[in-house]
């Protein structure tokens, strides 16, 4: 029994066999300062950890799968970047990434990457980044709550099927663009942002944004800018996902363009209800379906010569 305990703690100290499977000892390990993984040698070295007060960098590694199942806590930024190799990035435990204004997660040009688990995530203090990354099918941060600094930014990842972060309440901004196997987009407790762009998605077809109710520069964020983009959607039929918006800013843009299966009078009903609501602008319309309350062009909102109310 003392030769079991003694190998354990060995174990747990990093000094032997692996750190996965460690008991309570590794529960509150940290490690102060950056980490960098680039081989499979430094995930079993950091497999252990709790909390990384800096940044966790994984540039160019050496590695198919990197699993943390400790991991809760990364005090800088989080770089994965530009590995060939890496299929999958598996962090169940982590709960937040960063402290300060600019602390980003970017995990970008991994063309092999496969699956993305951030399922513990709760806060990411400025922005998450997730793009070019064409093999990506899954990407799961469904434990997310809050991203103030800049929101979350999901591009031109050409696999993925489907967005769910049905928990997310408070994001600067969200942009959906360039994925054009994406069905489906819910963040449906979102209630407010400063921006929400959802652009050139060939296959989209369900958006829930229903718990949003403001488009309005969000205090304490970097984004300067307020906009709503809806832009090159061509397989969205509907705006019901945006059925609970109440308000825009006075100084926010609108855009709903080039959806062609998109009806106009949906697009038109978003319109009157958001300037009945006191918005004042004009906004870009063109390239949606032509139905009872017209076809439109960019610039403004036409309505046809017989069209109803």
Known sequence: MLYRRIIHAAACAGLAIGLAACTPEAKDRVLTGDAKIVTAADVERLAGYTEITGRLTVKRADVTEISLPNLKTIGG????????????????????????DGDVAVIERNRALVEVSLGGLKTAAYQIAVRNNDALERLDLGSLAEIVGLGLEVVDNRS?????????????????????????????????????????????????FSGLERVF?????????????????????????????????????????DNPALPSCDAKGLFERLAQAGWPGVPSFCGNKTDACGGGRCGGFQ????AGP
């Not at 299929?87 to 435990?93: I, K, N």
């Open 160 to 208: 993925l099927q489907e967005l769910d972060v049905g928990g997310l309440l408070v994001a600067a901004s969200v942009s959906v663009t360039g994925c054009p196997a994406l069905r489906r987009v819910a963040m449906p407790d979102l209630g407010s942002a400063a921006g929400v762009v959802l652009e050139r998605n060939d296959r989209l077809e369900q958006v829930d």
């Open 77 to 100: 930024k989080l770089y994965v970047q530009k590995n060939a190799a890496l299929t999958a990035l598996r962090l169940p435990a982590l709960r937040s990434i960063g402290s300060d």
């Open 303 to 306: 309505p046809a010569p017989d």
């Open 217 to 257: 520069v969000v205090p304490g964020s970097q984004v300067a800018t307020c906009r709503l983009s809806i832009v090159g959607n061509p397989a969205l039929k509907g705006l019901h996902g945006l059925k609970g918006l109440k308000g825009v800013a006075p100084q926010c843009e609108i855009s709903v363009r």
